[in-house]
């Protein structure tokens, strides 16, 4: 169960807390996340995350921000997966002020002691940090998680995907990157050349650079594979920033009415976007990208039959 405040849930003698914007919950913050609450479990206690939203990032920068990694509705549910004897979202908007003493004061009105779980570049509060140690409050700092010699974090996560590598977004999240959006009508070209996509538009979260990828499409409560495309189409001078999916594996329901909720997963970047001189041109390409991406798909869920078997 998500909390929007702490004074939802009881006293403790001794609490281990996780405090953190957790943007993407990536692998270094379920490493964190996991090592606070089976301590707390080994030793009979209880355990706290503790975020909140938007991001400061978010907050501060407004239009300069480039996105975040996770809705908020997805980021919940990751949250609350972990089974954490509490989580606590609140507005980030109440507590931008606090100091370092004023959230180590609300964490000791639930707990008698504090045990707080961070990484090397934790900074909790406003201004400067006061230090604030003593009988009541423990850290345990963690080391950085290299990955192919990158910090594990959201910021490195971030320039990944803005840079087209997905494959490296997605080995840190420790798992594929989405985009949770809803469908909008489209201009039906790539219908009249026996192509045709489900369109969503970019949300507040990343999108990943222009181009090709192979990918799913999860819609109806159903996974589909797709080549995946995104851009401004510059072939049928397009000036917005769209999102399109065209699924390569048989799709019951037809046309898809606009407001559909969808997910696009991506999980390998094909293609550059290129600018075609003709729609005939451009449909010799778009067979192309979409053998590609049947080739990949093949080999993907043979990859998961091996594995069940």
């Known amino acids: 169960m998500i909390h929007k405040h702490l004074s ?21 913050h ?36 480039k996105g975040t990694l996770l809705a908020i509705e997805q980021k919940r549910e ?32 639930k707990a008698d002691q504090l045990v707080i779980y961070a990484g090397k ?24 998680i290299l990955i192919e010699n990158k910090a594990c974090r959201s910021s490195t996560i971030r320039e990944l995907i803005l840079k087209g590598d997905i494959l490296l977004a997605n080995t840190m999240l420790n798992r594929e990157y989405s985009i949770h959006s809803h469908t909008v009508p489209g201009n039906k070209i790539g219908r009249s050349i026996n192509f045709p996509t489900i369109n969503v538009l970019p949300t507040k979260q990343i999108t990943p650079k222009s181009g090709v990828y192979f990918g799913e499409i999860k819609i109806y409560h159903h996974i589909y594979p797709a080549a995946i495309y995104v851009g401004t189409r510059p072939t049928v001078h397009g000036e917005e920033l769209r999102i399109e999916s065209h699924i390569i594996a048989d799709f019951p329901h037809g046309d898809v009415p606009p407001n559909t909720p969808a997910e696009v997963i991506f999980i390998k970047r094909t293609f550059d976007e290129k600018s075609f001189k003709s729609l005939e041109e451009l449909k010799e390409m778009l067979y192309n990208y979409k053998s590609i991406s049947s080739g990949l798909a093949t080999e993907r869920y043979q990859n998961k039959m091996d594995r069940l078997s």
């Not at 939802?8 to 609490?15: I, Q």
């Not at 490493?31 to 501060?60: D, G, R, V």
């Not at 509490?86 to 100091?99: A, G, L, P, Q």
């Not at 570049?121 to 950085?144: C, H, N, P």
Request: hydrophobic share 40%.
């Open 30 to 65: 379920q490493q964190l996340i996991n090592k606070a609450i089976n301590t707390a479990k080994q030793n009979n206690e209880k355990s706290l995350i503790f975020s909140f939203s938007p991001l400061p990032k978010e907050y501060f920068l407004k239009e300069q921000f």
């Open 121 to 144: 570049d934790f900074r909790i509060g406003a201004k400067d940090k006061e230090s604030y140690l003593g009988t009541q409050v423990e850290y345990v700092v963690l080391d950085d």
């Open 8 to 28: 939802e849930f009881e006293h403790s003698p001794k609490l281990h807390v996780v405090i953190g914007s957790f943007d993407g919950v990536h692998f270094a």
């Open 78 to 109: 990751i949250l609350e997966q972990f089974g954490a004897d509490y989580t606590v979202i609140v507005d980030f908007e109440s507590i931008k002020n606090y100091t370092e003493k004023q959230f180590i004061d609300i964490l000791l009105s």
